[in-house]
């Protein structure tokens, strides 16, 4: 499911010409797109957004991500209960 108030956004997509499609491979993050490359995962036990973040798309690299914490946008924008 889309997080709320998201927009679409072009995502460069990495393929393996070696590795057939999936059609039933999960998708995850604000791309909607498969597990690939570094991610991370929202703390939210609820997280509407997606679950599974791929830095490129939150922007993180391996030496900015977060250590501690970290909340999708999708749940940044909830009211703190």
């Not at 997080?3 to 059609?23: F, N, R």
């Not at 036990?45 to 914490?69: A, D, I």
Request: negative net charge; charged residues 20%.
């Amino acid at each position: 499911m889309p997080p709320p108030g998201s927009h679409k956004k072009e995502y460069a997509i990495p393929m393996d010409a070696d590795q057939p499609i999936d059609p039933n491979e999960p998708t995850y993050c604000v791309c909607h797109q498969v597990s690939f490359g570094d991610m991370i995962a929202c703390d939210n036990e609820n997280c509407q957004g997606g679950e599974w973040f791929h830095y490129t798309c939150v922007g993180l690299t391996p030496e900015t991500r977060f250590k501690g914490k970290w909340y999708c946008p999708t749940c940044r924008q909830q009211p703190q209960g």
